[in-house]
């Protein structure tokens, strides 16, 4: 356990809860942006991202709407809506350029946790392969989307994935796209690799085995007070800070129901649980290299899209199917049964009854997941791999996420797959609720808690001079920039040791 190196009666100026991605960002961000700052931060387990953040807990794909269907709905009247793509592309490209400002920095001693892996989607039947041909062909009208190659002939899949193709029906109608600049991320690798700096650096203090229990307004002396409990020990000591982060993951929301803020009021979560098949046969996973994603079944969440992955994890390549959703009322891996219950309020029931009732297709489908059998599993990746066969393959479970249900004006409650961050009106505290597209984007999300929780610093000279320093996109927008787009993946590339990029058109003309 980490000794604190400053004693301060006052207490910390920031207060994090949770060692995972989120809880990492922002304490970087902050010490980058005022190296004086102190921080605490809690952890109840043992280690850093052990929990979504973990590699084996999460798909690490750098989500950049490159391969993910469920970023592209098609409207009723055939087009496709690619404004969430976009966005999506473009939070990535933010948090690329943060971490290769930290690599460049020696901050981050390598840049192994982010490898490159091409990102495919794969249909079949007519009326997804339509859909994916027009997906293409919207995609197409951004920058941020050159260099997508689009393809309906059977050999060219089974040359880029012949996993994919070898077994498969002949007269199958299949459709694919790929790009060669996606990305495998280890999340749980960098959220180590920034703890491990920040816990070294004066005034940051991480405590490990250390349960945040409650919270309160201090009213005494301002800010936040939190109640935190030394697990091995049991010892019990109140901590206050000016700021307080709960980037607990699936216990962000029981901490924020603590805090009681008006803007804390109607939220609730619904859990869903998770699990992979992973590949044993190296043979196989030496043949597979794409992120291979398909299209979510009807009726199912868009997190549950299966996608047959390659994964480069500590160094080795890897091979994951699924996930397969499941139901579970636990908020963390490492929670507990009581969790769903316990969060149950007041405030927020009336919101998750009616999230219920407006989603008896997904607690259908959920209930189905559970009770999959082995062939059940081995179909739906032989969707995928039509040779697999269940031997060469394990189960295991992955990370929990807990989806937001917020109080909806029309239909009483809403069922949200996005992350939000939810703060108090003054910005003394702020928590990180949901699960997707998490930690691709993990940097976007702490720069719009920036400007929400520390609105005079971020306008600021010196921190608007740093944040251009870290991010040189930083209050551009680069799906309006081709030329600032390219410089920027130059830049990544070059420091994040990623393939060259294509030249975007526009740029070379
Ligand atoms: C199955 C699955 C697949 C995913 N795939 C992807 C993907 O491909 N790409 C992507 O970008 N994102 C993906 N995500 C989402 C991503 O993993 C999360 O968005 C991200 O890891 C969340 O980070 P976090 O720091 O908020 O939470 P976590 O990593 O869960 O960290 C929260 C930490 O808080 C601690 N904690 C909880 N309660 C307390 C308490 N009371 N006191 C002290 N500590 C506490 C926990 O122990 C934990 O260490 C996936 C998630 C899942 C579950």
Known sequence: ???????????????????????????????????????????????????????WNNAGTGHSAFCELNYTPEHPDG???????????????????????????????????????????????????????KRFEALMQSHLFHGMKYTEDPDQVANWVPLVMEGREPSQRVAATRMDIGTDVNFGALTRAMFYQLQR???????????????WRSKSQGGWKIRVENVTTGDVRD?????LFIGAGGGSLRLLEKSDIPESRGYGGFPVSGQWLKCLNRD??????????????????????????????????????????????KFLKHGSYMDLPKSIQMTNIAPMLMAGLHNVPLTRYLIQQVFQSPDDRLSALRDYFPNASMEDWELEVAGQRVQVIKKDEEEGGVLEFGTEVVSAADGSIA???????????????????????FPEQMQSEPWQRKLKEMILSFGKSLAKDAQLTQQVREYTSRVLDLPNIEPIPEVTR
Not at 201 to 215: C, P, Q, S
Not at 431 to 453: E, F, H, N, Q, Y
């Open 79 to 133: 087009s496709i809506e690619t404004a969430k793509a976009v966005k999506i592309a473009e939070s990535f490209e933010i948090s690329k350029q943060f971490w290769a400002f930290l690599v460049e920095q020696g901050f981050l001693s390598d840049a192994n946790f982010i490898r490159p892996i091409p990102h495919m989607s794969f249909v079949w039947g007519d009326a997804n392969v339509e859909y994916l041909r």
């Open 201 to 215: 650096m004066e005034g940051i203090n991480l405590y490990f085995a250390h349960e945040v229990r409650d919270l």
């Open 431 to 453: 928590a990180l609720l949901g699960a997707s597209p998490g930690a691709s984007t993990a940097v976007s999300i702490m720069l719009d808690l920036l400007k929400r929780c």
């Open 1 to 55: 356990m980490a000794k604190r190196k400053t004693s301060s009666n006052a207490g910390p100026d920031v207060i994090l809860i949770g060692a995972g991605i989120m809880s990492a960002t922002l304490g970087v961000l902050l010490k980058e942006l005022q190296p004086d700052i102190t921080i605490d931060i809690y952890e109840r387990l043992d280690v850093a991202a052990a929990e979504s953040s973990d590699a």
């Open 239 to 243: 901590v206050r800070a000016g700021f």
């Open 284 to 329: 196989i996973i030496e043949r597979h290299q794409a992120k291979v994603y398909g299209k979510a079944a009807v009726g199912s969440p868009p997190m549950s899209v299966p996608h047959l992955d390659t994964r480069m994890i500590n160094g080795k390549k890897e091979l994951l199917f699924g996930p397969y959703a499941g139901f579970s009322t």
